[in-house]
């Protein structure tokens, strides 16, 4: 069984692969054509790279720790409010940041959670 989900996760990694790979294809014609290139199409390029970064991580190391999709989501949550900024209510706006504001803070209590400057760590027992 362990076999079978191992090999269906490498599967899927590899459509996650390829159908990144064309999406940023897709996007780079889109710019070409266009001959514009906009904030929103940068940010939509970092979230390729993102989660290309996050299949390469997932290929070596067989897990996904959770700072990576978080980061895909700030991006996603950034190029979301660019692109819906000027039609969208203040107010959503502002939830919109404060949830950016809390997957920041959770990256960073996740980051530090292992480090001494938080002081979770366990003390030795003598």
């Known amino acids: 069984m362990d ?8 599967a899927l990694m590899c459509i996650i692969l390829v159908s990144t790979v064309i999406a940023v294809g897709i996007e780079i014609k889109n710019m070409f054509t266009n001959q514009s290139v906009t904030l929103a199409d940068l940010l ?3 979230l390729y790279l ?7 991580v997932f ?6 720790s959770i ?3 978080l980061l895909i989501a700030i991006t996603a949550l950034a190029r979301f409010i660019i692109l819906q900024g000027k039609e969208m209510d ?10 950016i504001l809390l997957i920041a803070a959770a990256i960073v209590v996740l980051r530090l959670r292992h480090s001494d400057k938080l002081g979770l760590k366990k003390k030795k027992s003598k």
């Open 3 to 10: 076999n079978i989900t191992k090999n269906l996760q490498l």
């Open 44 to 46: 939509l390029m970092f």
């Open 50 to 56: 993102e989660v290309l970064a996050m299949v390469r």
């Open 59 to 64: 290929w070596n190391q067989q897990s996904i």
């Open 67 to 69: 700072t990576l999709p």
């Open 90 to 99: 203040p107010t959503a706006l502002v939830y919109e940041a404060v949830a």
